[in-house]
């Protein structure tokens, strides 16, 4: 039926495409670990820079007790409905009216002449 080199032809084929398919799945669990895995990175490597901001703990006064609950809660701003507009009120604003030229007032499809349909008020600081 099949001679003995067609079957060995075969079963080398079978041996490369076995090797080819744990080659790629070790690359597939390399870069998963790589991917997925541990961090490499190590805190005493930068060490120097963990304190880059720990100047206001060596300036602070160790002897100043801590504040109390009761006076942080004081320093916290409570806001009310309308807070925004009683803030803004003394601010000066302008009404700044863009019309469009005498050409651009009609459609440009069907020529019907356009007209306003609102105002939108921007308030910018």
């Given at each position: 039926?099949?001679?003995?080199?067609?079957?060995?032809?075969?079963?080398?084929?079978?041996?490369?495409l076995?090797?080819?398919?744990?080659?790629?799945?070790?690359?597939?669990e390399?870069?998963?670990?790589?991917?997925?895995?541990r961090s490499?990175?190590?805190?005493s490597?930068?060490?120097?820079?963990?304190?880059?901001?720990?100047e206001?703990?060596e300036?602070?006064?160790?002897t100043?007790p801590?504040?109390?609950?009761?006076?942080?809660?004081?320093?916290?701003?409570?806001?009310?409905?309308?807070?925004?507009?009683?803030?803004?009120?003394?601010?000066?604003?302008?009404?700044?009216?863009?019309?469009?030229?005498?050409?651009?007032?009609?459609?440009?499809?069907?020529?019907?002449?356009?007209?306003?349909?609102?105002?939108?008020f921007?308030?910018?600081?």
């Amino acid at each position: 039926m099949y001679t003995e080199a067609y079957v060995k032809q075969l079963e080398d084929k079978i041996t490369l495409l076995v090797q080819e398919n744990k080659r790629l799945h070790e690359s597939v669990e390399f870069l998963t670990r790589k991917l997925f895995g541990r961090s490499s990175e190590k805190t005493s490597a930068v060490i120097g820079q963990l304190h880059l901001f720990d100047e206001a703990e060596e300036v602070a006064d160790p002897t100043i007790p801590e504040p109390t609950l009761q006076e942080i809660d004081k320093y916290r701003r409570k806001k009310f409905k309308g807070q925004r507009m009683e803030l803004l009120k003394d601010l000066p604003h302008d009404k700044v009216i863009c019309k469009l030229d005498d050409e651009d007032l009609a459609c440009p499809q069907c020529n019907n002449p356009l007209f306003t349909v609102g105002e939108e008020f921007i308030r910018t600081v």
